[in-house]
């Protein structure tokens, strides 16, 4: 089993940063694949970004290219996302998530642990 605490959401202004972070606990060993998800009220759940443990290889989804940056630290089994120049539509709860599979996945089913979530609210 893998314990995902993620932290960091908040009230910002549109233009504002956060940065998200995820802390990994317990069987991390096969932790391959970290990502990032959102779910908006009445939407699906998107990946926003995701980043290999093996060579650091990431996607982005496009509406956050340039503006979000993940980074990982596998020592410390720690997950961050730099996020700038917010817009209203970042609104959101963010989760932390992790995949046993092999490389990069963007498709939420096949991560295997959730972080509880953190809200990302945008004010306009």
């Known amino acids: 089993q893998v314990q995902l605490v993620d932290s960091g959401g908040g009230l910002v202004q549109a233009g504002g940063s956060l940065r998200l972070s995820c802390a990994a606990s317990?069987?991390?060993?096969?932790?391959?694949?970290m990502g990032w998800f959102r779910q908006a009220p009445g939407k699906e759940r998107e990946v926003v970004v995701t980043i290999s443990r093996t060579d650091g290889s990431t996607y982005y989804a496009d509406s956050v290219k340039g503006r979000f940056t993940i980074s990982r630290d596998n020592a410390k089994n720690t997950l961050s996302l730099q996020m700038i120049s917010l817009k209203f539509e970042d609104t959101a709860v963010y989760y932390c998530?992790?995949?046993?599979?092999?490389?990069?996945?963007?498709?939420?089913?096949?991560?295997?642990?959730w972080g509880q979530g953190t809200q990302v609210t945008v004010a306009s």
């Open positions: 998530a992790v995949s046993e599979a092999m490389g990069i996945s963007m498709i939420s089913d096949e991560y295997n642990y």
């Open positions: 317990g069987r991390t060993a096969k932790t391959y694949c």
